[in-house]
């Protein structure tokens, strides 16, 4: 029994000793993983791969869209010069890509849609929007005009600004450009407040109109004093009247900017309000609203700047004419012929294209003016009614303002 337990713990230990010497053994040899299977670079769908718009350093333009479905790709464009009336012939690739090229084009940003089996369609692969005042754009820029282009300078910044209109009862929406080092600095600056036209927005001077580049590469060149830049919403309606409809009996832009968006921005911004340091000016509708504001409150403006426009009589009965309405002059003739108010009012700017629709109606507003003592002064450029002399005009205006 004695020699049984003796021999029992040997061959134990001896077991012991054994698996051990496996279990070294085996951790010494290297392990040998599974060989990984290759990988697959990842596959980018088609539409990510697509590039548009393209502009090519000699100022062409390729617009293109996966529609591989589509029977009709089309391209409606806003002050693309050359372009035909059905707008420029795309083509379809084997991988249902639609493209067409257009150019060269003159420096300057445009809208542009997509219309796909006649369905106005924005460009899916551009992210820069345009508003209008009941749609939306692509936007794409074409550089290479050093007054617009984005420039190595300081710069401003430009905010949307929710406020509540007292006089329409609901909230609106303005844009707002503060110089550059505003927000960092001190001191009360001069106040622009700048319309746009029938159709648009608020939005629309500062991104097809390229304002606060404008103003950026203007104050940086010491052509135009540091500013803040107010524009506002001009329609008050998401339908407004179509020309020849009968005229509303409230200007309800004009209550609205009076009573309510004045009185926001100076309570908000650190602005001058003396009438030598706020100017006004506006295009086309903007351009209408431009002066039955100033010219019912000429002792609050020193600088009036209308762009392709002048005074209206849309909203009367017959076919509209140049001649401002008769009505028009006799609402206000207490500021018109107020001798003492002419003598603070330092600009009073018009520009008008060659080629515009409206040249008739800028000049029977200025000979309307005339006959009041006043001395506009008038820019006849080249070309008609759009955004290519928008921009030049403001380039133009700016600098005189508070100088």
């Known amino acids: 029994m004695k020699r049984i337990l003796w021999i029992t713990p040997i061959v134990l230990a001896c077991s012991v000793w054994s698996g051990i010497a496996r279990a070294q053994g085996a951790a010494s040899q290297p392990i040998t993983q599974p060989a990984a299977p290759p990988r697959t670079p990842p596959v980018v769908p088609l539409a990510m791969r697509v590039v548009s718009p393209e502009v090519s350093p000699d100022r062409h333009i390729v617009f293109r869209i996966l529609a591989p479905e589509a029977k009709v790709v089309g391209l409606r464009a806003s002050d693309i010069q050359g372009l035909p009336r059905e707008g420029p012939a795309f083509s379809k690739d084997d991988g249902g890509v639609w493209s067409a090229t257009v150019g060269p084009i003159d420096p300057g940003a445009y809208r542009y849609t997509f219309v796909v089996d006649g369905v106005p369609t924005m460009d899916p692969r551009n992210p820069a929007v345009s508003e209008s005042n009941n749609t939306d754009w692509s936007l794409v820029y074409v550089p290479g005009a050093a007054f617009m282009d984005t420039a190595n300078v300081p710069h401003g910044a430009v905010a949307s600004v929710t406020y509540y209109s007292k006089a329409l009862a609901r909230f609106r929406r303005m844009h707002v450009y503060t110089p550059p080092g505003y927000e960092m600095g001190a001191g009360k600056f001069p106040i622009f407040y700048l319309l746009h036209g029938s159709g648009d927005s608020d939005d629309s001077w500062t991104s097809v109109g390229r304002a606060g580049f404008i103003l950026d590469n203007l104050i940086a060149a010491k052509k135009a004093v540091p500013m803040i830049v107010v524009m506002p919403a001009g329609h008050t309606s998401a339908n407004p009247p179509m020309p020849g409809a009968a005229r509303p009996t409230r200007d309800e832009f004009a209550e609205d900017f009076m009573n309510d968006i004045v009185p926001f921005v100076q309570q908000h911004y650190r602005t001058l309000t003396d009438r030598t340091h706020v100017a006004i000016a506006g295009l086309s509708m903007g351009g209408g609203q431009t002066l039955n504001i100033s010219m ?31 009505e028009w002059e006799e609402q206000r003739a207490g500021m018109l012929d107020d001798a003492s108010l002419k003598a603070g009012l330092k600009v009073l700017w018009f520009g008008t294209g060659t080629d515009d629709r409206l040249i008739p109606t800028t000049k029977a507003t200025m000979e309307m003016l005339k006959k009041h003592g006043f001395t506009p002064f008038f820019r006849e450029s080249a070309g008609g009614h759009t955004w290519i002399n928008w921009r030049n005009y403001l380039n133009e205006f700016a600098p005189q303002l508070f100088q």
């Open 296 to 326: 019912s409150h000429l002792d609050r403006f020193g600088y009036i700047g209308v762009f392709s426009a002048g005074v209206f009589s849309f909203g009367r009965a017959g076919p509209p004419s140049p001649a401002p309405p008769p």
